[in-house]
């Protein structure tokens, strides 16, 4: 396992092994997805008025397709190396 370089923030929200079977691809499940681990970390904050986490994931490189849908719904690159990228998103 090959260790991001930069300090990711605490807390957050860590997205992990998302995947939408390929012949389910390009119908908007991917972001339907995205948007309810949205609603959920927004929900984090309520009640007690706190910050809410960014949106943390990797990614590896030759994901071009998740990489696209992952910057069209608002992730920025912390970090990209040789094999992964590593990004997030602050709601």
Request: aromatic letters at 8%; one cysteine or more; proline letters at 7%.
């Amino acid at each position: 396992t090959t260790n991001p370089a930069v300090p990711i923030p605490s807390p957050h929200v860590y997205l992990a092994n998302m995947r939408v079977h390929e012949t389910m691809q390009r119908r908007g499940i991917g972001m339907a997805l995205l948007s309810a681990v949205r609603e959920y970390t927004q929900s984090l904050s309520e009640g007690d008025g706190g910050d809410v986490p960014p949106m943390i994931l990797s990614v590896d490189n030759d994901n071009s397709g998740a990489i696209q849908m992952y910057e069209k719904f608002g992730f920025e690159y912390l970090e990209k190396n040789d094999v992964f990228c590593m990004m997030g998103v602050w709601l």
